[in-house]
């Protein structure tokens, strides 16, 4: 059976003995055998793990097989347009669903990150469950990887993805049986897929996506108009960071309304020790992080002030959380209004650069980005209306998680 492996049992590989040729054999065998004579349904997102999983299902099932592709309101810049050209160049036969107003709909009033991934999760299925049926496609494949369902189980975090593991049963809930052949893989080896596959480069070697897309980095409820901000803030830091060499393994930005309160005493002396001049506060919101093998969902700590190396900065989230085992990670503010560089009185929202370096994304460490390189993104990222402040993160993971929800 396909879906019942567990991490290092009989089914688990490494990437020192894994072979993509074998590994796309034996799962296009599956895939036939599974779907029979039916129909299947696949839901890509043009991120890595999707499209790789709609190639080697097309390959399995030819015209069988349709392809749906959501516009959830969540994408970035051009990015429905583009997705959609290299979906369609790969021989994939296609459908765009645009269903912006039903996430935002639903996602209304909700603050909580739990609680607007669970949503998401619903009304995605809820679609997908609708548009299954109408093109008689009994059997949906997605392409889940390992590090979705052992965070999910663990309870990390609800990834969108992950239903069967939870024990949600899809035949009875949303009228299909799931096929996930990709469960048994981490990243890494997907990509390998993709490339003997023969994906586009644009797909394979991309930096990851998350399924729920802007809204786990819209900080607390989703607006429209701190959409707005978070999506251009996006494509400026992408443009900025992507040029770097080695890449960070991920870059992105994040944004939460610019609400702030005050710190312990402890916690201020702890960051003035590590931070001559520095100052601490707190966002008035919370963010996901990781304590031990649990998910945690705490403060962030917003330093600014003073002077230091970025690597000592990156060694303040440790002495903040030692003082406040409330805090899951820190900023460090590069500047804003406070700072004599920001606009107008209607800023109001606080973006937070993100970039790590990772293997596996397990765990992490901030990237290392050049400060005169973040002092020339926090400028440009000043100029979007409605931004007030600029932070780069100097969280690792574990405590802080990659994704802010
Ligand atoms: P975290 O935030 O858990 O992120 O440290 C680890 C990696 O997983 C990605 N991520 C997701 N990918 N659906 C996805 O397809 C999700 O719900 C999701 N949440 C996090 C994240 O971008 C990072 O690469």
Redesign the pocket.
Known sequence: MLKSISPGGANSITSINFNPSAFVEEKVRQIREYVGGSKAAIAT?G?V??TTCAVLAHKALGGRLICFFMDTGFMREGEVEEVSEVLRSLGLPLRVLYVRDRFMEALRGKRDAEEK?IT?RETFYRVLSEEAKREGCDVLIQGTIA??WI??SGG???????LEQLGLNTVERYGFRLLEPLLELY?DQVREVARYLGVRLEASER??????GLM?RCIGEVKEEKLKVLRAATSVVERALGGLRPPP??Y?AAVVEDERSDASQAVERAVWEALPGGKVQYFNCRA?G?KGDNRAYGKIAVVSGGKADIEELFKIPERIIHEDGDVVRAVYELGGEGSGMGGGSVNRYAVLVRAVE?RD??T?KPYHVPMELLERLCRDLLEIKGVSSVCYDITS?PP??????
Do not use: L
């Not at 930096?207 to 729920?212: E, M």
């Open positions: 997102s991120g793990d999707s991934r998401f590090p979705d965070e999910t990390i975090k609800t990834q969108h993805n992950v990243k930096q990851p996506f998350p399924g729920p786990v393994n991920q992105f996901t990781v990772t994304f397990m992490a993971k802080a998680t990659v994704e802010y929800e």
